[in-house]
């Protein structure tokens, strides 16, 4: 019987190659993250800027009742806006786990969970805490946390960055 | 990535810095070095993450272009743009 073997075949051996390369390219674009999205990449330099600039502030007005948490409360109503519309977009984008996973950390580091003690892990948590609720935190404290934040945002920022040059390597 | 991950410890090492020699001086409350710590932890997170996105966005990249070159191949072969 005249069995057919890849070895002894070179007909067919071809054609199993032609075929193997069909199935892999037939995967060509394979996607395994969300590409680059520039509204993400706005939003996320929006809050970087607009944080920034309020510890600036803060750090300015340290040790005085014009630190106050109450007197700032525009500014976290504000964060928490960008925050929402950033996570809204982000969960709308397929295949962006880290992303988004990236952007729940941004809110835990920036306003957390508002229980305003040392269990806190936000710019926010530090502000409300009954030791620093009248005249702010330390600038000292501020600019450590402004680190801390800086960190965070710029780690979602390199992964959009990432994506983009992914995106322009494969054109 | 080599090089962000350098520059991230770098950072992350001067963050703790900043943290433990106040505390250790006794110039910031005990509440507030663990707030402080604790969102140290959130950025040492948020790192690892961004690291591990972007080893997958080079995974993809390098992905992209081996199949490419199977299409362009197998397509010459063929003689017109099958793939």
Request: aromatic share 4%; glycine share 4%.
């Amino acid at each position: 019987m005249n069995r057919l073997t890849l070895s002894k075949n070179p007909v067919l051996k071809s054609w199993v190659a032609i075929l193997c390369a069909i199935l892999l390219a037939g995967c060509a674009g394979a996607k395994l993250n969300s590409d680059y999205h520039e509204v993400t990449d706005k939003s996320l330099t929006t809050i970087q800027q607009k944080t920034d600039d309020f510890i600036e502030t803060l750090i300015a007005q340290s040790g005085t009742k014009k630190a106050a948490f109450s007197k700032h409360q525009a500014f976290y109503s504000d964060i928490a806006q960008e925050l929402r519309r950033l996570e809204f977009r982000a969960n709308a984008i397929p295949k962006n786990d880290k992303t988004i996973d990236l952007v729940k950390k941004i809110r835990l580091a920036i306003l957390g969970e508002g229980k305003c003690t040392a269990e806190g892990t936000s710019l926010r948590d530090l502000h409300c805490m009954s030791a620093n609720k009248s005249k702010g935190p330390s600038a000292i404290a501020l600019a450590n946390c402004r680190l801390n934040v800086n960190q965070t945002i710029s780690a979602a920022l390199s992964l959009e960055l990432a994506k983009k040059q992914g995106v322009e390597q494969n054109k | 990535m080599k090089s962000y991950w350098k520059a991230e410890s770098e950072k992350l090492a001067i963050a703790l810095r900043m943290i433990i020699e106040p505390r250790a001086a006794n110039e910031r409350s005990k509440a507030e070095a663990k707030i402080l710590l604790n969102q140290q932890k959130v950025a040492t997170s948020a790192v690892l993450t961004a690291a591990e996105g972007m080893s997958a966005v080079a995974v993809q990249a390098a992905l992209n272009a081996a199949l490419k070159v199977i299409k362009d191949l197998v397509n010459s072969k063929i003689g017109f743009p099958l793939l």
